[in-house]
C-alpha cells in the first residue's frame, strides 16, 4: 500500500509519469481496491474520520488515462471512460432498473439500489437504501443501513482535493429532496426532514433548548433536523435565509429501524 501511496503522489505532482506503465497500474489498482471495498477514501480509526487523500488524488488521475468507450446494457448504450459494476448477484445487492453504479465504488451486501446513482469513490454500507432518483456523489461515505429518500442529493468532492467527503453516518434517515454537500457529517442515528439543505455554511441551530446552540459542518448523533430560515441582513436590507434547526433527538422508545420512519411523526413533521 505504501508503494502505491507513493507512486500517486508522485504522479500528482508529474502529471507526465502516467504516462508510464508503472503509474497507470498503480492508478489502476487503487481504483480496483476501491471497488472492492478494501480502501476506502476516508475511513474511521479510534473514532476520528480520517480522509485518505492520496485516494482520492488516484481517483483523479484515473480519468486522463482512460480512453472514451461504448458501454451497452441490453438497449441502452453509454459512452463513457468509467465502466459500470456488474456482478451484482455475487455482490449480494439489489439493483432495480434504471440504477448505475461506476466502477470504483463499493456496495456492501444487502445494499439495495433504486432507480438511482452511485459514483466512482463512493463506498456504501450494509442495509442501505439508496432510493429513487437520489444521487451518492464521488467519494461520498454512506454507513449501514441508512435510508437516501426520493430524490436526495450526496455532494461528491473530488477537487479541489483537500475537501472532506460527505460522510452519512450509520442509521441515518435522511429525508426526501435534502441535500447534503461540501464535506457536511450527519453524525449516527441523526434523521433530516424533506428538502434540508446542508453545506459547510450553513447554519445549524439546535432550538430544542431554552438556548439556541450552533453548529457548522457536522449534525450531531440522534438529532431531528427540518429546514428553517433566519434574518440576515445585507446592504439592500434584512432577508431570510436557509439554515437547518434541530428540533430534537430520536427517541429511545422506539428501535432503530422504526424510528427511522417515526422520528419525524414523533414531532408532527412529514417524512
Known amino acids: 500500500m505504501e508503494n502505491l501511496k507513493n507512486n500517486i503522489e508522485k504522479a500528482w505532482l508529474d502529471r507526465s509519469l502516467i504516462q508510464q506503465p508503472a503509474y497507470q497500474q498503480s492508478i489502476e489498482e487503487v481504483v480496483r481496491l476501491l471497488d472492492i471495498g478494501s480502501l476506502r477514501v476516508a475511513e474511521r480509526i479510534n473514532n476520528v474520520w480520517i480522509v485518505n487523500e492520496w485516494v482520492k488524488k ?28 456488474n456482478n451484482y448477484d455475487k455482490l449480494g445487492v439489489r439493483v432495480v432498473p434504471h440504477a448505475i453504479a461506476r466502477y470504483g465504488s463499493f456496495l456492501s451486501p444487502g445494499v ?58 450509520d442509521n441515518c434517515f435522511i429525508g426526501s429532496r435534502c441535500i447534503v454537500v461540501e464535506g457536511v457529517r450527519v453524525e449516527k442515528e ?38 428553517g430560515t433566519v434574518t440576515k441582513s445585507f446592504p439592500a436590507g434584512d432577508f431570510q435565509v436557509a439554515c437547518a ?9 422506539t ?13 408532527d413533521l412529514s417524512v
Open 245 to 253: 434547526l434541530i428540533i430534537g433527538k430520536r427517541k429511545a422508545s
Open 255 to 267: 428501535d432503530t429501524k422504526t424510528s427511522l420512519n417515526n422520528a419525524l411523526r414523533d414531532y
Open 112 to 169: 439495495i439500489l433504486m432507480p438511482s446513482y452511485v459514483n466512482i469513490g463512493a463506498w456504501i454500507g450494509s442495509g442501505t437504501m439508496v432510493d429513487t432518483w437520489a444521487t451518492v456523489g464521488s467519494c461520498a461515505q454512506i454507513g449501514e443501513n441508512v435510508h437516501l429518500s426520493g430524490g436526495v442529493g450526496i455532494g461528491g468532492v473530488l477537487e479541489p482535493v483537500q475537501a472532506a467527503p460527505v460522510i452519512i453516518e
Open 58 to 85: 488516484a481517483v483523479i488521475l484515473y480519468f486522463p488515462i482512460k480512453k472514451m468507450q461504448v458501454f451497452e446494457a441490453g438497449p441502452m448504450e453509454f459512452h463513457d471512460k468509467i465502466p459500470l459494476k
Open 190 to 227: 441523526a434523521v433530516l426532514g424533506a428538502n434540508v439543505v446542508l453545506t459547510q455554511s450553513t447554519r445549524i441551530i439546535d432550538v430544542s433548548g431554552s438556548t439556541p446552540v450552533e453548529f457548522k459542518g457536522v449534525v450531531p448523533e440522534r438529532s431531528v433536523v427540518i429546514p
